[in-house]
């Protein structure tokens, strides 16, 4: 059976790999234990984790195989899914950013689940022009450098969006700059736009645009199915674009506009990045003035170069959700003035919520994310919703863990939503949870579509 001789060769490869892997890793802690008669070969304190981790993923990779030969491709995908349940807090006994790498390492090869399931009919809809299976989104964070876009977005993600690319290679801020807050499901980080720049990503993304096209060409022919039209530049799905400046930029437009020349002919969707709380003053260019002149010199840039039937991909900027009342109002106002193709609400804030207080790690410098600012960005989101009159679509991030999150980001006014932290706790099983509780939500109230239920909170 087909689906026994992929299992087949899935295990045998993450086998192969994973030793290779034993064989060359770099321990980080070493005993402290010595002896002067018998030198004692240096073990890492962190190789039990290490071999726990390794031992449950081999095993579940050859229990997977076995379980293949007797099922349809499907049905074997969702036992992966629900297999990564048990990997997944595996990870947590990790230090944060080397969890984050093996992370983003696996999907980049392909050892994750690949969603083989259609999404519910009730969770489509075409946003720019362009056709989302589902609304649930990957925020820009977790592959910064484009690394693993076909990974995530065959984990059954509507959309992925990577960066933010900086036009320059840089390191971001020193480590450690990742921080866990488990008991509240947050997470604090200060990475500062840490990025291979935009030449390592723009030969990424135009090597896998070019597998794109090439899959296409060789299965025109063999389909003609609606779902097929489903996705964009980069594969299934729709693929955003996260631009950033250089800390040490003295000019913010040109790093911008450096950006959309180079990596905006890959994108489905581009995103002005002007709310990390890591980067010096990058805050200041959320100010009406600022912000207008950034926009136009943005959107001139987009405009001039050539693009075929399709048009220029959407611009959108994302906002931080530490802004008065009076910086909502001036931003609603350049996005309407300019047509700006949508806004992300929102990034990480610097605020410390009461639930977070407790825990000692919330002195740390850095974003806050997760669950502690679901409340926050919703508020906002809506208040937005509300300032733009519904005209410009929105995309709700912060703190959506369930599909009763998601949902409640839709009535708020988000047309569609995204999510990082809960992703980093949960792991992929979290995906197809996710996508069943929102088709779910909406049915029970009465929506026959996402659409319908956008901003219901606001009427």
């Not at 450690?176 to 990424?204: H, M, T, W, Y």
Request: aromatic share 6%; proline share 5%; with cysteine.
């Amino acid at each position: 059976m087909m689906t026994g001789r992929i299992a087949f060769r899935f295990v045998k490869e993450c086998l192969t790999q994973k030793l290779k892997s034993m064989a060359v890793a770099t321990p980080r802690h070493y005993s402290s234990s010595s002896s002067t008669s018998a030198p004692k070969p240096n073990i890492p304190h962190s190789s039990r984790k290490g071999r726990l981790l390794t031992g449950s993923t081999i095993g579940l990779v050859i229990a997977g195989g076995a379980y293949a030969s007797t099922v349809d491709e499907a049905t074997f995908g969702g036992w992966l899914f629900n297999a990564t349940k048990i990997v997944n807090p595996l990870f947590a006994l990790l230090d944060p950013e080397v969890a984050h790498r093996l992370a983003v390492s696996a999907a980049a090869r392909g050892w994750v689940p690949r969603e083989k399931r259609p999404d519910q009919q009730i969770l489509g809809l075409e946003v720019w022009g362009r056709r989302f299976s589902n609304p649930i989104g990957l925020s820009a964070g977790f592959d910064k450098n484009a690394e693993a876009v076909e990974g995530l977005l065959g984990l059954g993600f509507g959309f992925v969006e990577v960066g933010s690319v900086t036009p320059v290679p840089q390191e971001g801020n020193p480590k450690p700059r990742i921080f866990r807050l488990r008991d509240q499901g947050a997470i604090i980080n200060r990475c500062g736009f840490n990025s291979e720049g935009i030449v390592a990503v723009a030969k990424r993304l135009g090597a896998q645009h070019g597998k794109r096209k090439l899959d296409e060409t060789s299965s025109t022919a063999i389909s003609s199915n609606d779902d097929a039209k489903h996705g964009g530049k980069a594969g299934p799905g729709i693929l955003g674009v996260n631009i950033g400046k250089n800390k040490t930029s003295e000019d913010a437009a040109a790093d911008y506009v450096q950006g959309v020349h180079t990596l905006s002919q890959y994108a489905d969707y581009l995103v002005i990045n002007i709310s990390s709380p890591n980067t010096p003053g990058l805050r200041q260019l959320q100010g009406r003035k600022q912000l207008k002149d950034l926009v136009k010199k943005v959107q001139a840039a987009r405009d001039e170069m050539q693009w075929g039937e399709e048009g220029p991909p959407p611009l959108l900027v994302k906002i931080a959700p530490d802004l008065s009342k009076q910086d909502l109002e001036d931003i609603a106002a350049v996005a309407l003035a300019l047509r700006l193709d949508g806004l992300i609400i929102s990034n990480t804030t610097i605020s410390r919520p009461e639930s977070v207080q407790s825990n000692a790690t919330s002195k740390e410098t850095g974003g806050l994310s997760g669950k502690p600012l679901f409340s926050l960005s919703t508020d906002i989101l809506k208040d937005m919703y509300i300032l733009t009159k519904g005209k410009i679509p929105l995309i709700g991030c912060g703190g959506v863990s369930s599909g009763e999150d998601a949902y409640k980001k839709i009535r708020a006014g988000a047309t569609l939503v995204q999510l990082y932290t809960a992703f980093a706790y949960g792991g992929p099983a979290l995906i197809p949870q996710i996508k069943a509780e929102l088709a779910e939500c909406l049915e029970r109230d009465g929506f026959k579509s996402v659409y319908e239920a956008v901003g219901a909170d606001c009427r």
